[in-house]
């Protein structure tokens, strides 16, 4: 793919924005979860976030559709910025569920994953900031360490959901409840996961 220019840097700039905003959404859902207090508020700020999230994206989509030649392959950055920004939905879905379903507090499986999603989203600031570079070597070790918070989070989910079933304790809304909430954040760690892949394809196609 042709790469011309500072201009087309725009493009970089734009993901940027979106992963470091991502990565403050990601901060403040751990906050959230380990002083659950002033919920409502907090949730607040995330959705806030969120909102900025949605138009850096509207940015890049508007850019991508006025540009004619860009510095990756049109369909990558399309890809990295709806993935990233599904990603920070799914943030903000689940802290809007903490309010609707009345949590009461979150337990620590829930609090496990929310650290995951910031490990793996740590990360993905490290590999679009060196994306620009188009040097598989400089990403290896963050794409890696993706993966490995992906592992983890696919653990806690597991046990988490196995000892919530196993517990007969539990009201069918209970689990219900619960399990979805675990099911979006390890899907959100999931999205993680596949940013960290398209970034590995985009260096290896342009390198």
Request: aromatic share 8%; hydrophobic share 40%; charged share 30%.
């Amino acid at each position: 793919m042709l790469r011309l220019g500072p201009k087309n840097d725009v493009f970089f700039d734009l993901l940027e924005q979106e992963v470091d905003n991502l990565q403050r959404g990601a901060k403040l859902f751990v906050e959230l979860m380990e002083n659950y207090t002033n919920v409502e508020a907090k949730f607040d700020g995330i959705q806030d976030i969120e909102h900025k999230g949605d138009a850096i994206t509207r940015q890049i989509m508007e850019k991508l559709n006025s540009t004619f030649v860009t510095p990756i392959e049109r369909e990558d950055i399309s890809a990295l910025a709806f993935t990233l920004d599904e990603i920070l939905d799914i943030i903000t879905g689940v802290a809007d569920r903490c309010v609707l379903y009345r949590i009461g507090k979150p337990t620590p499986e829930m609090i496990a994953l929310s650290k995951a999603m910031e490990g793996a989203s740590d990360e993905l600031v490290k590999l679009i900031h060196m994306l620009r570079e188009l040097k598989y070597d400089r990403i290896q070790e963050s794409a890696k360490r993706v993966k490995k918070w992906e592992m983890e989070s696919d653990q806690i989910y597991r046990h988490a959901v196995a000892r919530l079933l196993n517990d007969e304790t539990h009201s069918p809304i209970y689990v219900i409840k619960w399990k979805e909430i675990y099911e979006k954040l390890e899907d959100g760690v999931d999205f993680c996961e596949d940013v960290s892949n398209l970034v590995e394809g985009v260096v290896l196609k342009n390198a």
